[in-house]
C-alpha cells in the first residue's frame, strides 16, 4: 500500500472533518438530515480535498466515490446519534471514513499509481509529523470531550473554571508527548504524566471535589493514551520502519 498517499488522504479527511466544518454545519445535520444542505456541502469539500490529495485530476472518480461515501455515513450517524453525544459512534464514523480512503489506496495501489505528488519515500516524515500534529489536537480533543461528556451533568457549578483552559491544556500534553516519543525521550511522558496527576491529587486528599478530581484524570489518561500510541505510530514513520 502507498504509504504517502495515504497520509495525504487521511490529512485530507482531518482538515475536511475537524477544521474545516464549522460548528453550525454540524448542527443544522444534526436538526434537519437528509435536508440539510450543508451535509452536501461537506461531502463535497471532502472530495475537493481527497481529489487535491490524490494528485491528479483523471483520479476524479475516486475522489467522488470518498464524496458519495462520507455523505452517506454521515447522514447514518446523524440519525443514529442526533445529539452528537456517543463516543461509539464517533469511533464507529471515524472507522468507516478511514477504511473508504485504505481501499481507494489499496484499489489505487494494485492498479499503479502516477500522480502529481511525490510518493517518494523520503516525503514521509513531512505527512507523518503534519498528520499526527493536526490529529492529536483537535480530533483528540474532541473525542475525550466525547467520551467524558457522560459525566458533565454531575459535576455541577464549573464556573470557576477558566474558559478554554481545560481544551488547551489538553492540547499541549498531547503534543509534548508526541515530541518526547518521536525524539526517543519515552520516559519524560511518565515525568509528565506524574505532573499532571500531582496537580489533582489535593483536590482527592481533601474530598472537597473527588467527581472532578476523576473525571479529569479519566479525560487525562484517555488523553495521553491516545496521545502516546499516535505518537508511535509516528515515529515509525519517522524512522521508515513502515514504508
Not at 487535491?52 to 450517524?77: P, Q, Y
Not at 461509539?88 to 473508504?100: E, K, R, Y
Not at 499541549?172 to 491529587?201: H, M, T, Y
Request: net charge neutral.
Amino acid at each position: 500500500m502507498e504509504v504517502v498517499l495515504l497520509l495525504r488522504l487521511l490529512l485530507a479527511h482531518v482538515l475536511g472533518d475537524f477544521y474545516l466544518q464549522p460548528a453550525g454545519w454540524i448542527a443544522d445535520r444534526r436538526a434537519k438530515q437528509a435536508r440539510s444542505v450543508w451535509l452536501y456541502v461537506h461531502g463535497i469539500l471532502h472530495g475537493l480535498l481527497a481529489w487535491s490529495a490524490l494528485g491528479e485530476l483523471t483520479r476524479w472518480r475516486e475522489a467522488l466515490c470518498i464524496a458519495g461515501v462520507h455523505i452517506a455515513v454521515d447522514l447514518v450517524k446523524s440519525h443514529a446519534d442526533p445529539l452528537g453525544r456517543s463516543a461509539t459512534w464517533f469511533v464507529i464514523d471515524q472507522a468507516l471514513h478511514v477504511a473508504v480512503l485504505v481501499l481507494v489506496v489499496n484499489t489505487l495501489s494494485s492498479g499503479g499509481i502516477a500522480g502529481g505528488w511525490s510518493t517518494d519515500a523520503s516525503s514521509v516524515p513531512l505527512w507523518a509529523i503534519t498528520l499526527a500534529v493536526l490529529g492529536i489536537t483537535r480530533p483528540v480533543g474532541f473525542f475525550v470531550q466525547t467520551f467524558t461528556g457522560r459525566w458533565d451533568a454531575e459535576l455541577g457549578d464549573r464556573t470557576d473554571n477558566l474558559p478554554g483552559a481545560g481544551m488547551w491544556i489538553g492540547i499541549i500534553e498531547r503534543l509534548l508527548v508526541l515530541v518526547f516519543v518521536v525524539i526517543g525521550a519515552i520516559e519524560a511522558v511518565g515525568f509528565l504524566l506524574a505532573a499532571k496527576s500531582v496537580f489533582r491529587f489535593g483536590d482527592l486528599r481533601d474530598g472537597t471535589d473527588r467527581k472532578r478530581t476523576e473525571y479529569v484524570l479519566v479525560g487525562t489518561l484517555l488523553s495521553f493514551a491516545i496521545a502516546f500510541v499516535a505518537a508511535l505510530c509516528t515515529r515509525r514513520l519517522v524512522l521508515g520502519m513502515w514504508t
